[in-house]
């Protein structure tokens, strides 16, 4: 697997502050809050806190971008806020409606949307919508399984079956993950490059 470095480029609360549309190829993260978002985004990047990791759900409101350089070629991360919090005021929630919705369908760049549940759960409402979302969108999206260190083996093939099918979402279009074993960081990164273009680059 090719050696990647990931830098943080900036914050944005809206449009007006997302990176210029320069062509770079961009794969956003969502999920539920405290999905184990940043710590995917620090293994893929073998760098640990460059996403923080926060034990309160919704601290973070805005999309995060960061630069990554990978086989000689460069791709953009981002960031976007955790959803299902419950301790934020409604106008937080509606903020973030606005700020997502208009980063999923207006943002030229964007090639990949990973969608993060925990393996553990069953898929929610807002689960279910953000899948929506994509399509409505016309995203390409890749549903990652996260925690799966926390599911016994012989339960996580049907655990990966199930979610798949409350979701809509195609067995084929989803992988399983764990941040502490590295469980599927091949594979996502696979994804990654399949979906930015960096198939066949030189490690």
């Keep these: 697997m090719s050696r990647s470095h990931a830098e943080f480029l900036l914050s944005a609360f809206d449009r007006k502050h997302w990176p210029k549309a320069d062509g770079i190829a961009e794969v956003a993260f969502v999920g539920r809050s405290n999905v184990g978002k940043s710590s995917c985004l620090n293994t893929l990047v073998g760098k ?43 106008s937080v929630k509606a903020t973030w409606d606005r700020m997502v919705g208009d980063y999923l369908k207006n943002r030229q760049d964007l090639a990949l949307v990973v969608v993060l549940v925990d393996m553990r759960h069953d898929a929610t409402q807002l689960d279910s919508r953000m899948i929506q979302w994509l399509e409505d969108a016309d995203r390409t999206g890749l549903l990652v399984l996260t925690k799966s260190d926390k599911v016994s083996k012989s339960r996580r093939l049907d655990r990966q079956s199930r979610l798949c099918r409350g979701l809509g979402v195609d067995r084929g279009a989803s992988l399983m993950f764990s941040a502490p074993n590295r469980t599927g960081l091949a594979e996502l990164w696979a994804r990654i490059d399949e979906a930015t273009g960096l198939v066949g680059g030189a490690d």
Excluded: E, H
Excluded at 58 to 87: C, E, H, M, S, W
């Design 48 to 90: 640990g806190g460059l996403a923080r990791v926060s034990k309160t759900p919704g601290r973070t409101q805005a999309i995060n971008f960061f630069d990554v350089q990978r086989r000689g070629a460069q791709l953009r991360f981002a960031d976007l806020p955790g959803y299902g919090f419950a301790k934020v005021p409604k």
